[in-house]
């Protein structure tokens, strides 16, 4: 059984920074392209950054653009994504995702199939 759980979410003031964390587990995901996806309340979700199976190719939404940083060690089957400079329009529920193995990366969030159960991120101003 395939599982993405995700870490590392919380309350932190506006300008500070969080390391969400994604563990892999139940299968190996080191060929498959992860993603990190959030969804605020009242709002479509956003897919935020994507990473390819090597971690040679990211990819960011505008909104986060320079401030959140996405990276994987498929030796450890986890994705971190480095969020600085928070804004209280980050704050959202983050879900890791991840597409079918030696797939390609996507910036739509149907095309990813396993997703994790989401952490809360909650910036105040």
């Known amino acids: 059984q395939a599982q993405l759980v995700e870490s590392g979410g919380g309350l932190v003031q506006a300008g500070g920074s969080l390391r969400l964390s994604c563990a892999a587990s139940?299968?190996?995901?080191?060929?498959?392209?992860m993603g990190w996806v959030r969804q605020a309340p009242g709002k479509e979700r956003e897919l935020v950054a994507t990473?390819?199976?090597?971690?040679?190719?990211?990819s960011y939404s505008d909104s986060v653009k320079g401030r959140f940083t996405i990276s994987r060690d498929n030796a450890k089957n986890t994705v971190y994504l480095q969020m600085n400079s928070l804004k209280p329009e980050d704050t959202a529920i983050y879900y890791c995702?991840?597409?079918?193995?030696?797939?390609?990366?996507?910036?739509?969030?149907?095309?990813?199939?396993?997703w994790g159960q989401g952490t809360q991120v909650t910036v105040s101003s």
């Open positions: 990473i390819s199976w090597s971690g040679t190719s990211r």
């Open positions: 139940g299968r190996a995901f080191s060929g498959s392209p």
């Open positions: 995702a991840a597409r079918d193995r030696w797939t390609g990366t996507s910036t739509r969030a149907d095309d990813y199939i396993y």
